[in-house]
DNA sequence: ACCTGAACACCGTTCAAGT
DNA sequence: ACCTGAACACCGTTCAAGT
């Protein structure tokens, strides 16, 4: 048994203990991870000076630090198996703190580990060809894919409540529709946000291709 | 000038106030919107038992409000219209107040309302053919794709800061990544958005039309 | 340098009291 | 029924003080 070192803090403890807590509460305060820590709220300060927001910022390279970069920039697997590895990257670091991401999504991108992975995502359009002018509306598209896809993963509870009385309100919107809404209800999570993702990332991976394809002609 | 209504107060007024304070303040406050209202805080409570979270529903129900459904439910237009539509309706309901999807994500759907514009989704999913097993599925990726697109759009700030010192850290990323980021930094983000929602549309507009010719066969 | 303790302004919520 | 006013527990942050 070691004898802990001398400091009890330091910025990446700090972030661990607030992500540990979203995790299992939902949300972090600054009195909750100095309790976590058996330290004063106020001696965060000295190692985060920027506070809270700043924190949340080294949440960010906490998760992002658990991708590995190697199989996106490996030059031997084809540019689409790199983006599929890309996006299921991505959302499984975030799906593993999935009510972290509408806080991370609060704040701008910083740090420059967060900044790498985007890089290796705008190598990976570069090899599969998409053309430089549409490399950030794809860039935008796939984010939008993969935050929504950990938003949804991670919102509380069933989406979708089914409609609790059918009390024939619009012709228009009739019988078929409260059925779908409680067929959706039904059903494990689970399974129904893989397979959304997974049709997500084909989707994507159909249209850089597309692009791709366009480029060579 | 006709009198003002004996009450001051009402559920609409108090979501449109928190509605307000979000798009200018990018967030809002209890004490906020009764300051808005010229009311003392306490007050709203007697017209949202639910408190705060019971104010997001109502926002969430006031911004879904603004959308037009019958170019929705119009089986005159052709289904893959219809969906370009439903996407850019929702999206540009949200855009309205992008900072307010941060707020509305992290409370699960209740409303009427809402519920509402997700079966008029379903409908146009079935008219285009998606098999009932898969709708959901669809749903989930169409959800992330406007949900995130949204977020994108209300990002604060240049999401892509270039960049500092290119100092030689890595070997395997090194020259003309940097450039990529500062290039997306660069162009003024409302086309950068655009292009990219446009893009987003198209793709799962491709998307659903392929799952309605794979059950045609 | 690292942490404590007291202090400040502020927020969400409750509840008895007014009209 | 609708709103006020006082009160409570709590949060984020600062700053002088300890070691």
């Known amino acids: 048994m070691p004898r802990p070192s001398k400091n009890i803090l330091s910025t990446s403890t700090i972030a661990r203990a607030a992500l540990k807590l979203v995790e299992t509460k939902g949300d972090f305060t600054i009195p909750g991870v100095a309790a976590a820590l058996k330290v004063n709220p106020s001696s965060l300060y000295h190692h985060l000076p920027g506070g809270r927001s700043e924190i949340v910022h080294r949440m960010r390279e906490e998760l992002y630090a658990r991708i590995d970069l190697a199989p996106l920039v490996d ?3 084809s ?3 790199r983006l599929r590895t890309w996006m299921r990257e991505v959302r499984a670091a975030l799906a593993n703190a999935p009510s972290v991401v509408t806080v ?4 701008p991108v910083q740090d420059p580990r967060t900044l790498e992975i985007y890089e290796t995502l705008f190598v990976i359009l570069r ?3 998409v053309p430089a002018d ?3 509306a794809f860039s935008a598209m796939i984010d939008a894919v993969v935050l929504g896809s950990a938003i949804d993963a991670g919102s509380p509870a069933p989406l979708w409540r089914p409609t609790p009385a059918p009390d024939s309100s619009e012709a228009l ?3 078929p529709l409260s059925e779908l809404v409680c067929v959706a209800a039904s059903g494990d999570d689970r399974s129904r946000v893989q397979k959304g993702l997974d049709l997500a990332v084909e989707t994507v991976v159909a249209a850089v291709a597309s692009a791709g394809r366009a480029a060579d002609r």
């Not at 991370?104 to 704040?107: E, F, H, M």
């Open 127 to 129: 090899d599969a060809g």
């Open 104 to 107: 991370l999504v609060a704040s």
């Open 79 to 81: 540019p689409l198996d």
């Open 75 to 77: 030059a031997g697997v």
């Open 134 to 136: 549409d490399r950030v």
């Open 173 to 175: 919107t009739a019988p």
